[in-house]
T-cell receptor
Framework: AQSVTQLGSHVSVSEGALVLLRCNYSSSVPPYLFWYVQYPNQGLQLLLKYTTGATLVKGINGFEAEFKKSETSFHLTKPSAHMSDAAEYFC???????????FGTGTRLTIIP | NAGVMQNPRHLVRRRGQEARLRCSPM?????VYWYRQLPEEGLKFMVYLQKENIIDESGMPKERFSAEFPKEGPSILRIQQVVRGDSAAYFC??????????????FGSGTQLSVL
């Protein structure tokens, strides 16, 4: 069975500082990996995804993530935090051909002015 | 092109009543998924439907919950005889026809169900 662990339910960073949100997964087959962002009172929006190919994936709003098979990780980073990045972030995993996404419990990102 | 539309945004029910949650997928999308988000938890898959067919309902509770996606009209998630533990945010997502559709999911804004 697949699972996703997001370390840190709450993360606070200063505006302009590096953002690092951690995600580790468990999967018996090569996974598809996703990061979603949820702003207050809104649905989830896809930030980026890894399916095959290059392990460093660039997404919207300056975010990127690197798939590291040896560490079973898919951490999300952004070099310089902006106030508008404050939101909840979810990591998710699925198999190719499996329509179900398995989500982590989320990380709430707070940006300190 | 409107996104995935869910209504109502907020639904309050008393224990024992029925809750009906609606989801209109994006135009051209024929796959619908329902997820539930309990407080302080991630989203949990409930059911995957295509037009007039339930493809995977492995995440649906065995009793009181049902879902449909008719040929015409929105997808409906129905919860009969609601209990307090059903209080959660229910999200719908849709994707276009084709392979690897989990890569192309678009989520609605959710329905917050509160059971008194």
């Amino acid at each position: 069975a697949q699972s996703v662990t997001q370390l840190g339910s709450h993360v606070s960073v200063s505006e302009g500082a590096l953002v690092l949100l951690r995600c580790n997964y468990s999967s018996s087959v090569p996974p598809y990996l996703f990061w979603y962002v949820q702003y207050p009172n809104q649905g989830l929006q896809l930030l980026l995804k890894y399916t095959t190919g290059a392990t460093l994936v660039k997404g919207i709003n300056g975010f990127e993530a690197e798939f590291k098979k040896s560490e079973t990780s898919f951490h999300l980073t952004k070099p310089s935090a902006h106030m508008s990045d404050a939101a909840e972030y979810f990591c998710a995993v699925s198999d190719y051909g499996n329509e179900k996404l398995t989500f982590g419990t989320g990380t709430r990102l707070t940006i300190i002015p | 092109n409107a996104g995935v539309m869910q209504n109502p945004r907020h639904l309050v029910r008393r224990r024992g009543q029925e809750a009906r949650l609606r989801c209109s997928p994006m135009k051209g999308h024929s796959h619908v998924y329902w997820y539930r988000q309990l407080p302080e938890e991630g989203l949990k898959f409930m059911v995957y439907l295509q037009k007039e067919n339930i493809i995977d309902e492995s995440g649906m509770p065995k009793e009181r919950f049902s879902a449909e996606f008719p040929k015409e009209g929105p997808s409906i998630l129905r919860i009969q005889q609601v209990v307090r533990g059903d209080s959660a945010a229910y999200f719908c997502a849709s994707s276009p026809p084709g392979t690897a559709t989990n890569e192309k999911l678009f989520f609605g804004s959710g329905t917050q169900l509160s059971v008194l």
